[in-house]
């Protein structure tokens, strides 16, 4: 495989990124969903024209975040899906897209490689019908049985990007093709766990060639909101897994979207053909599409200005932002935001598993001053896990703790003093936000040191449990997909610093035993109705128990910029799409630039 970046011709304009901390980043012009859109010298699809075929485009992406696929591309073992969004649309497609109007609105969740969903009346079985004659790029069939092969897969990897799913347990598996099962079990870990591989084969069936059922043991409302932000939605080439092996695939994995990889260097760059056999007549528009890893706003838009690339995805910057806003060689388009800013305390180790302590950080934290200072009073505030451009927006909480030092500095001596390690992304907004932080803290009395890493060494303290306090960002467009309240509150999560349930030590134990905390089941409740009146009161409910318990401040919500050369045009590029969690999803088919 080659790992040279292709040699193009002059380029036509700007650069581009895809970038944005997991944990981080913020939109400051026009953060609510009502003021997504483009700027005044291009009002994005709606003036564009018809779509053109043929070019090529590059992207460039924020080291720190989505810049960054060091575990790979293969879904069932990457540690990075919810960040490589845009990486994962080019080459998996998906089987469920999260779309909307031209201005942001009314988004929902829209089959792509599926056909259609629906779910039972008591709402514990989804069935899902995929769209017939879709095959993958080495030209095997993509049908049940190969989606079952990577939904039983992408579950039990080891992949951070896997759904907690509460698959019905006591259903006996099917009868099944012997060389089915072979290849499923040469796929997985060694050590895996064949019983609970025969139970996620029991809930989980291909009914016939087109046709799946996902058996559930509780109602999830939210199953297919989430699906495109997780490994679910990837559905990759049994075939050529085997034919290729685990560390080529995961380099080079063949899928059936739009683009097929050409050439793959992890975390620098990655380059995409277009997937000649693709199932949608007439797309992808795009010949090639590459993404270029850079470190940080100010060199994307640098690169931008000097002609080396198309589009930055995800620009967080104010400053750059604006200097964007004003540039006639691009255009700007602002999103909706879903996903607010978060100060994680882990409850479960000293300091942080004195409430006092965590009390202190409420108090001692003025979000509204960061907003001011840093962002120019444009981001959105919220003080749950909700934001203006998603689902069940709720931007003040009952008997919420705001920013008082003088009751900061009290609790801090009551405890006799407190010291706090703040991680949080490496990238540039992430250093603002976390310095202004250090310094509202330390002018309370609190001793603070700031640990930045790049976002997969964040990914690792999450899992070893040896965390004091962390900025992140907490939503989604549905609280129960993508980085949602159960990711960051939810106590089985790796990502998570909430009590665990009464009688275990472990997450593992918790699942084990089916233990929960009391904002467990409110979290489960409402993501387990489809009554968006009956999610809204719970999702009040859980916000209402994070903040009396003191768990995390919210602060500031946001969505990063898109910024393209003029001439480039897309859905999520050039019309907003709400992020489904950080960064908008882009619909790469359809990106098309001007010939």
Request: net charge negative; hydrophobic share 35%; with cysteine.
């Amino acid at each position: 495989m080659s790992c040279r970046p292709r040699q193009k011709g002059p380029r036509r304009g700007v650069l581009g990124t895809v970038a944005l901390a997991a944990s981080l980043g913020l939109v400051l012009a026009g953060c609510g969903a009502g003021d997504a859109g483009t700027n005044a010298s291009d009002n994005g699809e709606a003036a564009a024209g018809e779509p053109q075929s043929g070019g090529d485009l590059t992207v460039l992406l924020d080291a720190g975040y989505s810049g960054g696929w060091d575990t790979g591309l293969d879904p069932a073992t990457s540690n990075s899906v919810g960040a490589n969004q845009s990486l994962n649309s080019a080459v998996f497609g998906g089987l469920f897209t999260l779309e909307a109007d031209e201005n942001g609105e009314n988004a929902e969740i829209v089959p792509h490689q599926a056909e259609s969903y629906e779910f039972s009346e008591d709402g514990l079985t989804l069935t899902v019908k995929l769209r017939e004659g879709i095959t993958f790029s080495d030209g095997t069939p993509m049908d049940a049985e190969a989606v079952l092969w990577n939904w039983i897969r992408n579950l039990s990897s080891g992949s951070t990007g896997a759904p907690q799913l509460d698959l019905a347990q006591d259903l006996p598996m099917p009868e099944l093709d012997q060389q089915f099962l072979d290849d499923l079990y040469a796929a997985l870990p060694e050590d895996v766990d064949q019983q609970l591989i025969e139970q996620r084969l029991g809930a989980i069936r291909a009914v016939d060639d087109v046709t799946l059922e996902i058996e559930l043991a509780t109602a999830n409302g939210a199953l297919v909101n989430a699906m495109p932000y997780n490994n679910l939605n990837l559905i990759a080439s049994p075939t050529a897994y085997q034919e290729m092996g685990a560390q080529e695939f995961s380099q080079a994995p063949v899928a059936a979207g739009p683009f097929t990889v050409e050439a793959n260097r992890i975390s620098e760059r990655l380059d995409l053909d277009k997937n000649e056999d693709y199932f949608k007549e007439g797309l992808p528009y795009l010949d090639e599409l590459s993404f270029q890893s850079v470190a940080g706003d100010q060199v994307m838009y640098q690169t931008l200005q000097a002609g080396q690339g198309d589009a930055i995805e995800g620009l967080s910057s104010l400053t750059l932002i604006e200097q964007a806003q004003s540039n006639p060689q691009v255009t700007t388009t602002l999103g909706a935001p879903t996903s607010p800013y978060v100060i994680q305390l882990n409850t479960r180790q000293a300091p942080f598993d004195d409430q006092k302590a965590r009390e202190a950080i409420y108090y001692a934290t003025d979000f509204e001053a960061i907003n001011e200072g840093l962002f120019g009073g444009q981001g959105d505030m919220s003080q749950s896990f909700t934001a203006s451009g998603g689902l069940f927006y709720q931007p003040e909480v009952e008997g919420y703790r705001t920013y008082d030092p003088d009751k900061a500095r009290e609790l801090v001596e009551e405890i006799g003093g407190l010291t706090v390690e703040l991680g949080t992304t490496d990238i540039v907004t992430a250093r603002q936000v976390t310095t202004a932080l250090q310094t509202q803290w330390q002018e309370a009395g609190i001793d603070v040191t700031i640990d930045s890493k790049p976002l997969g060494d964040v990914i690792t303290k999450f899992g070893t449990g040896e965390w004091e306090s962390m900025l992140q960002t907490a939503g989604a467009w549905d609280p129960a997909a993508g980085i949602g309240v159960a990711v960051r509150f939810g106590s089985t999560s790796t990502y998570s610093g909430t009590p665990l349930p009464e009688g275990a030590s472990t997450a593992a134990e918790a699942l084990a035993g089916g233990l929960q905390t009391d904002l467990d089941q409110v979290i489960q409740d409402a993501a387990g109705t489809v009554d968006e009146q009956e999610r809204e009161q719970l999702y009040q409910q859980a916000a209402k128990m994070i903040s009396d318990e003191a768990y995390g401040p919210f602060g500031i919500a946001f969505s990063p910029a898109q910024v393209v050369r003029k001439g480039v045009h897309g859905p999520g590029l050039t019309t907003p799409i709400p992020a489904l969690a950080v960064n908008p999803g882009v619909i790469y088919e359809r990106v098309w630039v001007e010939q």
